[in-house]
């Protein structure tokens, strides 16, 4: 059941983030809600390479708002 679920559900954010308009502060929240979405996966695959993505891209976004 999970597995036909979740391509439908990855269609329907897919559609929903097309019609997003561009916003700052719209985007922002997004990328908050991607990086807790990431750091999920990353706690689930429990590879190394994930967990240097995960740090990198942390300190990319940390570097961003300094």
Request: hydrophobic content about 45%.
């Amino acid at each position: 059941m999970f597995s036909f679920l979740l391509p439908l559900a990855a269609k329907i954010i897919h559609d929903s983030v097309a019609k997003l308009p561009d916003n700052e502060a719209l985007g922002e929240m997004l990328t908050k809600i991607c990086l807790e979405i990431l750091e999920k996966a990353v706690k689930l695959t429990k590879t190394e390479m994930d967990d240097q993505l995960l740090e990198t891209i942390k300190s990319a976004l940390e570097a961003k708002e300094s």
